[in-house]
């Protein structure tokens, strides 16, 4: 069994298993980006549930995983130089990729592409998407002043034709299907949770809604959208 005593976190979540990778993670459109790439891949791994409170993200043993309190991370003990640590959902996926050889395309140019889109989502999608949703569900919808949540409604809007575009006549945003497919569909999907279709149009365009249903009908994508699974 692989030694992962330098990693405090393995203290308070203890893996039944050390030679495998260990995900510390919720089922958030973040966190299930790595569940899914670890179910596409076929890697063996070992689910953490990590709740949202500051009890786990903000607990010192968390800290030291990951200074900047998010999920998704991962311990790889069998790393390309020893164990090692991850945190950042796009930083994970190209590892994910990198290590396994799959999911970012077949040669220089298609990892290119792939990674152009990861970073869209990473920096455009997810950002823009997710302070969508705090306006429009969360604690920021008792707000009065309409400007945020107005300002969040039409950025959600020119990205959702961004990728409407891209996908006229494509299966995978990407080419085949990849890392940035998986980095993009579930903040697509959030836009159910969060309440927010209609007002963004999601309903108007084609090629956005089936793409999403292609994506959620993969069975990996099945087991790996509720893992880890949450309490109650």
């Known amino acids: 069994m692989a030694d992962l005593s330098n990693f405090p976190i393995t203290q308070k979540w203890v893996p039944k298993n050390t030679d495998i990778i260990q995900l510390f993670s919720y089922p958030t459109p973040n966190g299930v980006k790595v569940s899914i790439a670890l179910e596409e891949t076929g890697l063996n791994y070992e689910p953490h549930l990590v709740t949202l409170s500051d009890a786990d993200v903000k ?3 968390f800290l030291s995983l990951n200074p900047n309190n998010k999920i998704p991370a991962i311990i790889d003990p069998n790393g390309p130089d020893g164990p090692i640590s991850l945190w950042e959902s796009g ?3 190209m590892y994910l990729a990198e290590k396994t050889g799959q999911l970012m395309g077949s040669n220089a140019a298609e990892k290119a592409h792939v990674i152009k889109w990861l970073m869209f989502q990473m920096g455009g999608l997810g950002p823009m998407f997710g302070q ?10 008792e707000i009065e002043d309409p400007r ?5 409604i039409a950025e959600a809007k020119r990205l959702l034709a961004i990728v409407e575009t891209e996908l006229e006549g494509k299966d995978w945003i990407a080419g085949g299907f990849s890392i940035a497919d998986i980095a993009i569909a579930p903040w697509l999907n959030a836009l159910e949770y969060y309440g927010t279709q209609e007002v963004t149009g999601y309903h108007d365009l084609k090629n956005v809604p ?4 292609r994506f959620m009908a993969r069975p990996a994508v099945q087991r790996g959208k509720t893992i880890p699974a949450p309490k109650g």
């Open 59 to 61: 607990s010192a043993a």
């Open 91 to 93: 930083a994970i996926l």
């Open 132 to 141: 969508l949703g705090y306006f429009a569900k969360f604690a920021g919808s």
């Open 148 to 152: 945020p949540r107005e300002r969040y």
């Open 210 to 213: 089936a793409y999403v249903e």
